[in-house]
């Protein structure tokens, strides 16, 4: 299994709280990413990471923010957390021009807001 | 916006062939296919990917149609273990765009 870690693995929180999800990863992997999934919705991305410092937006990134400082951490950011982001966070790396060009996802955050 | 059409849900008895189908019509001629899965509450897994030749690996095989518009993935021998959310998905290889997951397909193995 890639070396990817999710931290917490569970949180519940209150309505307008900061929120900090940390993904961490000892591939040395380029690409990172965050996606969301919701019952009827499925996975959806809400940023990623190309580089250091290198972030793009995804589908829902609305009310999220994301650092990466170092290659191996990428801390996606409810700045005022709300109910609709209650939801199961999921991380993925890639590697660059790796032999099979996979993502490997990390195995979840549940993230409760009251 | 979804590039692929699966099935909402299939069944297949355990031990049997599980036969997942895929439609990509508007596929390019760079984009691969994927196949990655989701068992309850974990992470997505990759199963295999694609260009236009069949591949096979440990897990599963991929069968791609000649005009390239539609793919079938294969679990030769499914078991309970296989009772998952199959996502097909295509993309360009190693390029900066992310996997976009559809709705996919849940497969049921039945004993």
């Known amino acids: 299994d890639a070396g990817i870690t999710q931290s917490p693995r569970h949180k519940v929180t209150e309505t307008g709280t900061p929120v900090t999800l940390r993904c961490h990863q000892t591939?040395?992997?380029?690409?990172m990413y965050w996606y969301r999934q919701d019952p009827g919705h499925g996975l959806r991305l809400i940023h990623y990471?190309?580089?250091?410092?290198?972030?793009d937006k995804g589908e829902v990134s609305d009310g999220y923010s994301v650092s990466r400082s170092k290659t191996e951490d990428f801390l996606l950011t409810l700045e005022s957390a709300t109910s609709s982001q209650t939801s199961v966070y999921f991380c993925?790396?890639?590697?660059?021009?790796?032999?099979?060009?996979?993502?490997?996802f990390g195995p979840g955050t549940r993230l409760t807001v009251l | 916006d979804a590039k692929t059409t699966q099935p909402p849900s299939m069944d297949c008895a355990e031990g049997r062939a599980a036969n997942l189908p895929c439609n990509h019509s508007t596929i390019s001629g760079n984009e691969y296919v994927y196949w990655y899965r989701q068992i309850h509450s974990q992470g997505p897994q990759y199963i295999i990917h694609g260009l236009k030749n069949n591949e096979t690996n440990e897990m599963a095989s991929l069968i791609i149609t000649e005009d390239r518009k539609s793919s079938t993935l294969i679990l030769p021998h499914a078991t309970l273990r296989d009772t998952a959310v199959y996502y097909c998905?295509?993309?360009?290889?190693?390029?900066?765009?992310?996997?976009?997951f559809g709705k996919g397909t849940r497969l049921s193995v039945i004993a």
């Open positions: 993925a790396i890639r590697g660059d021009l790796s032999s099979t060009d996979t993502q490997y």
């Open positions: 591939e040395n992997h380029r690409y």
């Open positions: 998905i295509v993309r360009a290889f190693s390029g900066n765009t992310p996997l976009v």
């Open positions: 990471s190309y580089g250091v410092k290198d972030t």
